[in-house]
């Protein structure tokens, strides 16, 4: 999501720290990604400004899933199948140390909260209202009614009884709470895939597909998996039921798969269409190594076909020789190539989604296209949407009329509208993440089409109009005094990825749309403006963090907890009646946004939970005294300042933190350089940050930590995982000088996400390095070695894998570890994409505590008295334990 601003240039290429796109996080996605653009700003008090152009966008967005990805795919570029069900059948059988976690983001999340609206940083006040995290799969309940299902990116099922307004998690205890596809089969059955697939590749999460027989009442647990390993580390992007045929179809990264409906439980899928592979059809030229191929984005059963008439979308985005729409006439068995025909070039065939009426007699189709894909670096591209298309027959073939174009939905009332939001940005600037089309049920020319926005046809695309517009910035009727904003109620949270209907009996239908902030609804015979939004309980409690840290609150209320997050900012949970500064921060009993678009790491004052430094993407720091906090109603001060060090090649999510026994002293942040600063809390530009080492051109610092004014800093380079020359290493001023360390050759050639040193060794000698990815027995790449707990106890000169025995049962997991940190007790705490361990003595692990679901656990905190333990998960909000 994009970040306004009145006040600052745009980053790229200009001064200022400048926010610009979206960032996914969750999907393993392996990159082809495009250039940066030229940025765009604007000023006024119409909410314009620091807004970036649509090649900026999707290159940015890009970088996030890189961000993402690289660490866990290093440094072959892909996982083999049963990696996370091994790896979870060996936690089952871990000891277990210390009590339970509690939920702290139980609260609803505020983004549109009237005293947070600084307008150099803030996206409050555009209009989205409350906001959860991404939402990749929705589905409801046929026969119950007011039972709505959704499926969180990373943070597994939600279940509401009363059409939306509160939601319960029914899928905490699976392996994998990464959502690709929900859907009710005809026997009432709940099936989810894992793997999210927003972003059409390869997700490492995926742990294969559950079917829940009892979804309004019951929880799903690892004996509802249905198939073998087959499925593992793929995303699924849709599930589809042929009931006259008798079988169920799963479109995946790795082909399309399908298997009777009837049979037993542990029943294998087959996979029954892989151009490449050459199964379901032969003849098809591939033209892209293995890690594009046979990319399954989207199954249909056309309705009045019994069940023999088929349509996949098979396709890499970024344009491959299969590419291209397959049809099957007897029910997935074999397959053709269709050629369409009208207004859709089958050499333009890249992602796309297939919505069929209710009746098979018409097939709309939302294409995404390579070719503009791969020119939208360029100047003059402004989306990437091919179009959206009708065959009027219900056949594959054709003849399609396009009904929709990027240029004709931005004058819809589009917030995308190019003199609205900046040169070269407009509808389908990222087809290639969100894109879903959906026909209502009763009536085959009402179309819902979801793009960054949502788009309404009642005449089958003939005219379209924005139902679910981006913001209200840069629109006419918007103003920054809320006495004076005249904007209607036609604003969702942006980039859609999952559309549902109702049809309960003795209700009025609904449409039903899930995006990157959450939930929403409203009748399908609706046609005056607003929405229901259905994340205002704070009971949707998907939240995807990257970082979390607390401060004490001066009035004596409580902690203040920070956290930054993908696409929804910065949250602030203040204690309800904390007062600051003779300002009441939460009345209300909600988290707020001060920080808008993405949040990244975070640094928080243990001492002043109102001072804290927010992280948007590459290392653009911005810091607030006050909470972000603005008393006026239209937001006019400035109370939140750029402290970027503009640093050339910082990760998308760059580290930083305070030195740990100088915290008012010295700041350490990690890019190309390694920078420190002494001005800390008095920091009013980047100029307060100097250079303290170069990493090297084409590397980036990945960890960093510092005590005593020792600093330590990881980094990859090149770090992308699809790389022979994937590069790690680490530097330190150990010793008086900073160098670069020898690690042994045993030292696994992977990500590494963590340094955390040893605070009971005085001499500063003894540091923790833990190491991202899987073993080599899992990744194909070369030197991924065993491993992921390594230790020097001599300044980097020697270092021993501390993990344990492989074999037993006590050894830490062969998972992803994303974080660590060193108790003031020196109890050592590893966070992993499959909960967190602490090291009960050398070599030997525990699961630290029960109750924390399985969402990556992406980042640890100490709270200011050391008596608890944060942990930011990115799918399932922040939790905190006793520290043990």
Request: proline fraction near 5%; hydrophobic fraction near 35%.
């Amino acid at each position: 999501m994009l970040v306004h601003s009145a006040r600052r240039r745009p980053r790229r290429g200009a001064e200022g720290s400048g926010r610009a796109a979206l960032a996914a996080a969750a999907a393993a996605l392996l990159i082809a990604g495009t250039g940066p653009v030229a940025a765009y700003g604007l000023d006024g008090d119409k909410g314009a400004g620091r807004h970036e152009v649509a090649g900026e966008e999707s290159h940015e967005l890009m970088e996030s899933l890189d961000t993402f990805n690289e660490p866990r795919l290093s440094p072959g570029g892909r996982i083999t199948p049963g990696a996370y069900a091994d790896a979870w059948a060996h936690i089952q059988n871990m000891p277990v140390k210390n009590g339970n976690w509690s939920e702290v983001t139980t609260s609803p999340y505020n983004a549109d909260a009237l005293h947070y609206r600084d307008r150099s940083a803030s996206n409050s006040g555009g209009g989205a209202g409350h906001s959860a995290g991404r939402i990749a799969a929705l589905a409801t309940d046929p026969t119950h009614r007011g039972v709505v299902y959704a499926g969180a990116a990373g943070g597994g099922v939600f279940r509401s009884t009363d059409d939306g307004r509160t939601w319960t998690p029914i899928a905490d205890r699976l392996p994998a709470l990464s959502v690709g596809a929900l859907a009710v089969a005809p026997d009432g059955s709940l099936w989810l895939a894992t793997g999210e697939a927003t972003t059409a590749s390869d997700n490492y999460l995926g742990s294969g597909v559950y079917r829940l027989a009892d979804p309004v009442t019951g929880t799903f647990s690892d004996s509802d998996k249905v198939g073998g390993t087959e499925l593992d580390s793929a995303s699924i992007h849709t599930v589809a039921f042929d009931k006259a045929a008798g079988y169920v179809f799963a479109a995946s990264s790795h082909g399309l798969f399908r298997r009777p409906l009837s049979a037993g439980q542990s029943t294998v899928w087959t996979k029954v269409l892989a151009p490449c592979a050459g199964i379901g059809i032969s003849g098809v030229t591939c033209g892209v190594d293995s890690h594009y191929a046979d990319i399954a984005n989207d199954i249909a059963v056309q309705p009045g076909s019994d069940g023999t008439r088929l349509l996949a979308n098979v396709a890499w985005r970024s344009g491959a020789d299969y590419n291209g729409f397959y049809y099957s006439e007897d029910a997935g068995t074999t397959w053709k190539r269709a050629n369409p025909t009208g207004a859709i070039n089958p050499a333009e065939i890249g992602n796309a989604a297939f919505a069929y009426s209710a009746d098979g007699s018409r097939l709309y189709v939302s294409m995404e296209s390579p070719k503009l894909l791969n020119k939208s670096s360029g100047a003059g591209v402004y989306s990437v949407l091919a179009g959206v298309y009708v065959s009027r027959s219900g056949d594959a073939n054709g003849s399609f009329k396009q009904i929709a174009t990027s240029s004709s939905l931005s004058t819809s009332g589009s917030a995308m509208k190019v003199n609205e939001i900046g040169t070269g940005y407009q509808p389908g600037s990222q087809a290639w993440y969100d894109q879903v089309i959906a026909v209502d049920p009763s009536d085959p020319d009402h179309v819902y089409l979801g793009l960054e926005e949502v788009f309404e046809s009642r005449n089958g695309g003939a005219t379209w109009k924005a139902i679910g517009r981006y913001w209200n910035f840069g629109m006419t009727c918007f103003s920054y005094d809320p006495a004076a904003n005249s904007c209607d109620g036609d604003v969702l949270h942006s980039d859609q990825h999952a559309l549902a209907f109702s049809q309960w009996k003795d209700a009025d239908p609904e449409v039903f749309v899930g995006n990157d902030g959450g939930v929403y609804a409203r009748p399908t015979a609706q046609t005056t403006p607003g929405w229901r939004n259905l994340n205002e309980s704070g009971t949707l409690r998907n939240l995807q963090y990257y970082s979390v840290r607390a401060g004490r609150m001066p009035d004596g209320s409580g902690e203040a907890v920070w956290g930054g997050l993908q696409d929804n900012g910065v949250s602030l949970l203040a204690p309800q009646g904390a007062t600051y500064q003779g300002q009441q921060l939460n009345p209300y009993g909600e988290m707020v946004s001060p920080f808008g678009g993405d949040g990244g790491d975070q640094l928080v004052n243990p001492a002043n939970g109102c001072q804290t430094v927010g992280e948007y993407v590459d290392l653009a720091l911005q810091i607030t005294n006050n909470c972000g906090y603005t008393a006026s109603d239209d937001g006019s001060e400035d109370v939140i300042t750029d402290i970027a060090p503009g640093d050339p090649g910082a990760r998308f999510i760059a580290p930083f933190s305070a030195d740990e026994t100088d915290p008012n002293g010295l700041w350490v942040a990690g890019g190309q350089y390694v920078w420190g600063n002494s001005r800390t809390w008095q920091s009013t530009s980047g100029a307060d940050w100097t250079k303290l080492y170069d990493l090297g051109a084409g590397r980036s610092a990945s960890a960093v930590t510092s005590r005593d004014h020792v600093t330590w800093a990881a980094w990859c380079g090149p770090c992308s995982s699809v790389t022979d020359s994937f590069g790690r290493g680490i530097a330190t001023n150990y010793g008086g000088s900073w160098h670069q360390v020898d690690l042994p050759a045993a030292f696994p050639n992977r990500y590494i996400s963590g340094l955390t040193v040893d605070p009971s060794d005085a001499s500063g000698a003894t540091v923790y390095a833990v190491i991202n990815g899987f073993s080599r027995h899992w990744n194909e790449g070369p030197g991924a070695g065993y491993g992921h707990v390594w230790k020097t106890t001599d300044g980097g000169k020697t270092w021993n894998d501390v993990s344990g025995d492989p074999a037993a049962a006590d050894s830490f997991p062969d998972a992803p570890a994303n974080a660590a940190l060193v108790t003031k007790g020196g109890t050592l705490v590893v966070a992993t994409d499959l909960g967190v361990f602490t090291s009960t003595s050398a070599g030997h692990w525990a699961r630290l505590g029960a109750g924390l679901p399985t969402s990556p656990a992406v980042y640890l905190s100490s709270s200011p008295d050391g008596s608890r333990i944060y942990v930011a998960t990115h799918g399932r909000g922040i939790w905190r334990t006793p520290t043990p």
